[in-house]
């Protein structure tokens, strides 16, 4: 079964990129453009993996993440900020929400493909073997 990966992102033009990256990694993609979409889709499917930009209106993806984090339901799913790489102190305000890593845009194939081995991976070994 391929793996769902769950993108909330407001910008249409890098929604776009990342979805043609992750059907290219043959992902299923659920998309969301603000917070509150987000963590609707979050609980009610369970993804095996979240993109989180940090700037969303309203809530931030930063807000969404420790609402993530803190509920049982949707603590264990691997959250991933990225925001743009002008920003200081975004990977620190990622650390802080919870976030289990953090990448920049404009996004890096080679790094976004590493992210998305590196969480889907682990999820899907084996356990006990
Ligand atoms: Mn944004």
Do not use: H
């Amino acid at each position: 079964m391929p793996a769902r990966v769950l993108v909330i992102e407001d910008d249409p033009v890098n929604q776009e990129v990342v979805s043609a990256f992750l059907e290219g990694e043959g992902c299923r993609i659920l998309t969301a453009d603000t917070a509150e979409e987000g963590l609707r889709l979050a609980t009610a499917q369970r993804p095996g993996l979240i993109f989180m930009d940090g700037q969303l209106p309203g809530m931030t993806g930063y807000e969404a993440t420790r609402r993530l984090k803190a509920d049982p339901a949707t603590a264990t799913i691997p959250t991933v900020a990225f925001t743009a790489q002008a920003m200081r102190g975004e990977e620190e305000r990622a650390a802080a929400a919870g976030c289990d890593a953090y990448i920049t845009k404009p996004l890096d194939a080679e790094v976004f493909r590493q992210t998305l081995r590196r969480f889907l991976l682990r999820r899907e070994a084996p356990a006990g073997l």
